[in-house]
């Protein structure tokens, strides 16, 4: 540690362009003193310390290089615990072991909070028990990061409906700013500079994203339009849309969305009883979902988009549902038993 701490000094002081002078002079101390601590010959008091630190603008705990080995280990904690949230793996038990320990090591660490409570709320999506003990863990996790993350809002509503908290859930979705005061609509508002086309192109795919949130939904809880060749129609023309957006060859992450569409399509046909339109739809959806569980599995990479409108815009870490074998099986056995059957006879179905 005496010598960590001397090299640190000295890496410190050369980085700044100061002589051993200015800094033993700060701290009221003689030059031969910070030669011996550099030396690693002896150390300074530990009352120094602080001043020290404060002397190179830096954390006490960079100053003993504490903040290199807490980076390297919180992001090997967050690495697996992507792999079981997300990844392949889809361990929600496992993961919140993992973040329960992490948060032992790093009490105050907001990336664990966040990844136990989105376990917890994955967790407590397949428990059926009330009162729920997972979701009201989360929730109260969730409130917590609230006040400085506004990105749990929205899972944090998620828990909120679940657990019947209606009234919770909107007062916190209308404390809210509006639309058209959100980060991506006010950058693309901004007349010329260098990021001009890029925050046009971001505020395109949010915007198509969130119509893609509101229309969806709205149809699958309409009595009519669930049930009717008129949603079906909707939703292609949806799923047109982004198309004209993204291009055609376009094979990024938002095929999840293609996904979600292709499958509400499906269950609308087999509503019907269009039995032939609904297994082409789910065969289209089933392709989407083969797709992303693979790019899930190999790690999400920065999204890059080939359209003129869209070119310049930057990955924007966009949120996406977890491809897991249970999401199709879910899905499936909402079907009519015609329609199941049909599907697990198909080799090709593999889920």
């Given at each position: ?8 000094i ?17 701290l ?8 011996r601590?550099?030396a ?33 280990r ?5 690495t697996?615990a ?57 929730v109260s ?34 404390e ?17 500079g ?7 192109g ?7 994203r969130?119509?893609?949130?509101a ?5 699958a809880?309409n009595?009519?339009m ?5 949603g079906?129609?909707?939703?292609v ?7 004209k957006?993204?291009?055609e ?22 509503a019907m ?16 979902f ?5 790019m ?32 199709i ?17 198909n080799?090709?179905?593999v889920?």
């Open positions: 540690m005496q010598i960590k701490l001397g090299d640190k000295k890496e410190l002081r050369k980085r700044d362009g100061r002589k051993q002078e200015d800094l033993a002079n700060a009221g101390v003689t030059a031969q003193a910070v030669s601590w550099e690693g010959g002896g150390y300074p008091d530990m009352g120094m310390i602080p001043a020290i630190a404060n002397y190179f603008h830096i954390s006490i705990d960079a100053l003993f290089g504490y903040n290199n080995d807490r980076d390297m919180i992001k090997e904690y967050m697996e992507h792999k079981l949230l997300i990844g392949g793996a889809g361990d929600s038990d496992k993961c919140i072991d993992l973040m329960r320990k992490a948060l032992e090591e790093f009490p105050s660490e907001p990336e664990f909070k966040k990844c136990l409570a989105n376990a917890l709320h994955q967790k407590g999506f397949t428990v059926p028990e009330r009162p729920n003990r997972y979701l009201k863990e989360a996790l969730y409130e917590e990061l609230s006040e400085m993350d506004k990105t749990v809002i929205l899972s944090l509503l998620s828990v909120y409906g679940l657990m019947g908290e209606y009234d919770k859930a909107e007062k916190k979705a209308l809210q700013p509006a639309l058209r005061q959100s980060r991506e609509i006010l950058a693309a508002s901004i007349i010329g260098n990021h001009e086309a890029r925050y046009r971001e505020a395109i795919i949010a915007l198509l969130e119509l893609m949130f229309v969806e939904p709205a149809i809880r009595d009519e669930k049930k009717s060749q008129a079906i129609e909707l939703l023309m949806l799923r047109d849309l982004y198309k957006f993204l291009g060859d376009y094979a990024g992450i938002l095929i999840t969305d293609y996904f979600l569409i292709d499958m509400r399509c499906a269950k609308i046909a087999a009883k269009d039995y032939e339109q609904a297994m082409s739809f789910f065969d289209s959806a089933y392709g989407h083969v797709t992303v569980k693979k899930q599995e190999e790690g999400l990479k920065d999204e890059h988009y080939n359209t003129p409108l869209l070119s310049e815009a930057g990955d924007m870490s966009l949120p996406v549902v977890m491809c897991k074998p249970e999401l099986e879910t899905a499936v056995s909402q079907f009519p038993k015609e329609l199941q059957k049909r599907i697990k006879s080799p090709k179905y889920f």
